[in-house]
Structures are given as C-alpha cells and as structure tokens.
C-alpha cells in the first residue's frame, strides 16, 4: 500500500466497531454491510477517501462525504460475468428443480413425482438492466436459445442487433417474459421498483430472478405474486432487510420498529417457501472477482495517494 502509510484491519462491520484506534486515518474501505453516514464520518475528522469493495455504494451518505471534502471511489467493473453466471444459476435451479431433487434425494427419495422442468431454448427472458452485468446474462441467455428483452433508460441499438435482443418497456417487458432478471442499481429512485402494480404486470407464471438489490422489490408483493400464481418462483440472491437477518434475535430484543420486525418475518416466510431458491448474496463471490475487488481497491487507495484518483463516485 502506500509508502510511509501504515494498514490496520478489521472482520466486523464499521458500525460495530471501536473506531477509536483509527480515528486518524486518512482513507478508510468498506464491504456493502458497512454504513458509512454522517456519524460515522465523525468518527474520522482526518478522513480524505472512503474506498468501497463494491460496485454499488447505497451504503455511503455521499452528500455527508461531499460536505467533508471526502471522496468516494468503488470498484465499477468486477464480476459482471461472475453475477451473470449465478444468475443462470438461480434460473436452472428453478426451471430443473435442482434445490428440491437434492433435497428429496438426499433424503433417500429417488422419485421424480412433480420434477418436471422446462427447457430454456425458446422461452423469452426479461432483462431489466442492461449495463455490464445484463449484457452478460443476454450473452449467456442467447447461447441458450432464449429470445430476450431488455428494459434500461441507456440503449445500445449496435449490441442489440448484434446479440439479438430488443428493447422495449418494463410494462412490455413484464407482460411478456418467461423469467424476468433485474440487474439495476439500487437508489432511492428505485427503492421497490418491482411493487404490488409492477408485478400484477407480470405474465402469469414467470419467474423472478434478483441478484442486484433486495430493495429492488417489494418483499410484500412479492409474497402475495407467488401465493396468487402471479409468480410460479423466485431465485433470490438479495433480500430485503438482509442485514437484519443475522442479528434477529439481538433486534428482537430490542426496540426496533415494527416495519423492521415486519420484514425479517415476510424474509422468513419467503425463505421457507419451496418454490423460492436463496443463496446468501453470493453471487459475485468467485475466486477471480475477489482478486479483481482486491486489486482495483488497492489500485483505487494507491491512486489516491499519488494525486491521481480514480473510480471516483460522483
């Protein structure tokens, strides 16, 4: 890192940490699950660089880090193929019913009563979101016969003829997918993009696949899409109120609101239903996007400290 400068580490969130420590430290990086707001900024009255080991950076209070003078860079580009692959991942699981055959055989059930699947080649897949990692899951959707639509306010007419996709709107998109995948950047502008109205939207029976954000969807309408047979499944990388999940019993001793309650019980239902496939945000986690999150941090820190930032957030 760099020269003259001393690194200090840490396995627990910044929030749960005694900074104390550090408070004099000049740059600080953070996972997803670190919130980096007003008061922890406090914290770090010599802080200049705040270096997320993420592409997204909802975690960070960015007007607090411009009142500060506090820049803010991230890692744009590291597993667009890898959060694609898991996508399709997810998608088999749910068409090939690989979570349940495992479940059955491993409990000494060889029968293939209620396993029939569907195969993929043919059927139209939705991409909402068609950055780097959508671009990838429309590679991979075509390489499977899929026809594709993709939903995204920045259009590339050159790759959409070259890949053979369309674009179109969320409403068409919607109403006529088989599997509809989200890959959008999570905001407040897109908090529960997919709500109660959007999802009534959808064709009966798809499936929803999220490995973007858990607020991308409202955890409510949800539930209710797939008791209705709106949805015949979902595969879930994200959740919404994910970060409450390990400490619910430590929130459930406390004084939390009833919204925060109410939504580790509508996880825990989801969780439990067995058209449902969840894996524990893990979808960028290979062991080449790791190096490459690693490598760009360290990048990001070193640039920095020469004068030269880079991946700077506006």
Known sequence: MLAGHTSSFTPQKIQETDLSPYQDSEAISVFIYSRVDRAILDKFPQLK?????STGFD???LAACRERGVLVCNVPAYGENTVAEHTFALILSLSR???K???RVAQGNFSREGLVGFDLKGRTLGVIGAGRIGMHVIKIARGFGMNVLAADARQDHFLAELLNFRYVPVEELLAQSDIISLHLPYSTATHHFLNAERLRMARKGALLINTARGGLVDTAALLQALDDGTLAGAGLDVLEGEQYMEKEQELLRSEQTAEVLRTIVQ???LLHRANVVFTPHNA???HEALLRIL???A???NTFGRGNPVNLVD
């Open 49 to 53: 660089l705040v270096a997320t080991r």
């Open 59 to 61: 975690h960070i209070d």
């Open 97 to 99: 019913h690989i979570h």
């Open 101 to 103: 055959s495992y479940v």
């Open 267 to 269: 996880d825990h239902i």
């Open 284 to 286: 960028f986690n290979s």
């Open 295 to 297: 490598s760009t941090t």
């Open 299 to 301: 990048e990001n820190i």
